[in-house]
Structure formats: structure tokens, C-alpha cells
């Protein structure tokens, strides 16, 4: 399979949650910018019709970045017909648009994807899209005011749940704004020049922002080093790493203490907001309950590694819950989101056991 789209038509309100200033798709650009190994540019065009189509393309890595084991490069999407102004009548399913997630050959790491996999790529596709959904504030379930039937989907449940994932933007906003944070507690006045000029023209080459700010190019490099992960130099180009923190300085550091402050309980703020949602699914949670990292392997057939902060016991007389417990409960919740219980066979679970230290166990279903 080279490309393939799972989509629902939502009304246009609905939409807006997506496509607005400041929505979804918008803040999803601007915080992926910056991760390590994230690849694809966010796409717009309202000519004939405000949202006649906007996209977010994407690599292998950022699939992994918005939900940890996804896998798969290709497009987060929603677009009206190819001639909008045909369909003006709100009644008119078309009048509506599409919301869709697609596998793209050349946005995915491994290239087309073997017919057998089929099934696996439609569970995550399907995940994709309703958890971008949710993200954005729309509600998923049928019978409500979201969806839009036409002549091929009907807003019915679906036989089989579909796993939601936790949004994933809350933490990467607050790791941005912790940086920034802490650039803006020791920042100089000659760097808040910097960032000021920076944060009003977007961009300028080291030499360009030397003749405005008054400072000499060795110190520009040298205040670049300083402010390393918020401002950086790509061939001389001076620039914040992500559209994200530009926003957030020009809005901020002209009151230093003050937005110091801000950001402080905006980071606590979104730190609480994500510990919240790491409930959307069963994994997520037994992840949650036992502190868990999960490594997903890059290639089918690879091991998944996980290690586990909670202390395990294999004696009833010891504190702690037994690994044979912790591990059916894994492939249980794994289940339960609807996925399965196959790929986590033989995962190798690193955590300590008391009385023996730091142990790996390999997991095999109950």
C-alpha cells in the first residue's frame, strides 16, 4: 500500500476548532518545529472558501512525537470540495468538510506498507484521527452534533472502540516554555535587544542584526550560545528555533519579571492539564499508574523496551505488586484500547524487584 486516507466529515463549525487562529492545526505546526527528528510543513488555502484546505504533512518521527507508538508519515488533513462556492446550503453534506488522516509513501520511514499490515494501519490512522479531534475540543461521539453523513460514512458508532491518546501538545508547550523560561532569568539587556529585534522582524542575518541592534557580530555568536534551544544560527541566519517561542517572546520579554511569572504558572498549568488527560486510554493509564517509558522499536518484528519507576515484589511478604500482575495488566489495557496483544509479546520490561535489583522480565501474555 503506497497511500491510504480514513477521513470524517464534520460540520464547518466544528471545524473551526481546527483551522482557526490559534487551533489546533495551528499550534501543532508551531510546536513541532522544533523536535529532534520531526519533518513537514503545514499547508492553507482559503481563496475560494475560508478552509477549502488545510494540511499538516509529516514524517515517520512526528507520528511518534504526537502518539508515542505510531509509526506512520503521511497527513493530517480537512478540506471542502474542489468547487465550494457549488455548495452553499448548510443541508448539503458537501457544504461540510472532510477530516482525514493518510499513509504516505514518501512521508513514511519504511516506504509502502505490505497488504498483510492492513489492518494495523487502519487502527492507527482511525487513532490519529480521532484523537486529533479530541484534541482540538470536538467532540468524537456519534449521535451528536459533530458528525456529517453522506453518501459513503454515517455517523454511527463504530463496533470496535477506538483508543484515544493524550495530547501531546501540553507537554511540548511546556518544555518550550521552561527554556524560555530559564533564557529569560539570566538574559542580559544587550540579549533582550536581541530578542526584542528578533522577536519584531522574524529573522535577520547575523550581519543585518549587528547594523540594527549595535552589537558586534562576535557578540551576537557569542550571546547565541547563551540563549542555545530558543535562538540559533542556520548559515548565519539568526532566528528563534520554533514560531512558538517568537510568539511567546514578543508577547513576553518586554517585562521580563512579569513573564517570567506567566510562564511559570502557564508550565504548572499544563503540566497538571496533561497528567489529566494521560487517562484517555487504558495503556495510557496503566503507563501513568506504573511511571512507565516505552521505546517503540522502528521496524516491525523489533522488540518493544519499557522500563517501569515502580518498585516490583515477587513475595506477598515485600511491598510492591508482582511482575506476572503488572504484565497482564499491561496486555490487558493494551487490549482494551482495541489493539493487538501481539505486538507487545516479548516486550522486555526493565524495573526493579526487591531483593534482586534491577531486573528485565520479558513479557508474554496470560
Request: with cysteine; hydrophobic share 35%.
Amino acid at each position: 500500500m503506497t497511500a491510504i486516507e480514513r477521513y470524517l466529515r464534520i460540520t464547518r463549525s466544528m471545524n473551526e476548532k481546527l483551522i482557526g487562529s490559534g487551533g489546533l492545526l495551528d499550534r501543532m505546526a508551531m510546536l513541532l518545529t522544533d523536535q529532534a527528528g520531526t519533518s513537514g510543513h503545514y499547508r492553507f488555502d482559503n481563496e475560494e472558501e475560508c478552509g477549502h484546505h488545510h494540511a499538516i504533512r509529516h514524517n515517520s518521527e512526528t507520528a511518534r512525537t504526537l502518539i508515542s507508538h505510531h509509526r506512520l508519515g503521511g497527513q493530517i488533513k480537512t478540506y471542502l470540495p474542489k468547487n465550494p462556492d457549488e455548495h452553499d446550503d448548510p443541508d448539503d453534506p458537501l457544504y461540510h468538510p472532510k477530516v482525514g488522516t493518510k499513509l504516505i509513501k514518501k512521508r513514511n520511514a519504511g516506504g509502502s506498507v505490505a497488504w498483510r499490515d492492513r489492518h494495523d494501519v487502519i487502527r492507527e490512522l482511525d487513532e490519529r484521527l480521532l484523537s486529533v479531534l479530541s484534541w482540538a475540543g470536538v467532540p468524537t461521539e456519534a449521535g451528536g452534533t459533530t458528525y456529517v453523513p453522506d453518501w459513503h460514512f454515517d455517523a454511527q458508532a463504530a463496533d470496535d472502540p477506538v483508543a484515544l491518546h493524550a495530547d501531546p501538545l501540553p507537554q511540548l508547550e511546556a518544555r518550550q516554555e521552561h527554556l524560555l523560561m530559564t533564557c529569560l532569568r539570566d538574559m542580559t539587556p544587550a540579549d533582550q535587544n536581541l530578542t526584542e529585534t528578533l522577536a519584531t522582524e522574524g529573522g535577520m542575518h547575523a550581519d543585518d542584526l549587528s547594523d540594527e541592534t549595535g552589537l558586534s557580530v562576535s557578540t551576537i555568536y557569542r550571546m547565541l550560545q547563551r540563549l542555545e534551544g530558543v535562538v540559533e544560527s542556520d548559515n548565519g541566519h539568526v532566528q528563534f528555533v520554533s514560531q512558538k517561542i517568537r510568539e511567546e517572546v514578543r508577547g513576553l520579554v518586554e517585562s521580563a519579571e512579569h513573564a517570567i511569572e506567566s510562564i511559570a504558572d502557564r508550565v504548572s498549568q499544563l503540566v497538571d492539564m496533561e497528567r489529566r488527560q494521560s487517562a484517555s486510554s487504558a495503556f495510557d493509564t496503566w503507563i501513568a499508574k506504573y511511571g512507565a517509558e516505552v521505546d517503540w522499536p522502528d521496524h516491525d518484528g523489533g522488540t518493544v523496551q519499557i522500563r517501569l519507576d515502580t518498585v516490583l515484589s515477587k513475595l506477598k511478604s515485600l511491598d510492591g505488586p508482582h511482575p506476572r500482575e503488572v504484565i497482564a495488566e499491561m496486555f490487558a489495557a493494551w487490549e482494551r484500547d482495541g489493539r493487538r496483544g501481539s505486538v507487545l509479546d516479548g516486550a522486555e520490561i526493565e524495573a526493579t524487584i526487591r531483593g534482586e535489583g534491577r531486573k528485565t522480565v520479558v513479557a508474554t501474555p496470560p
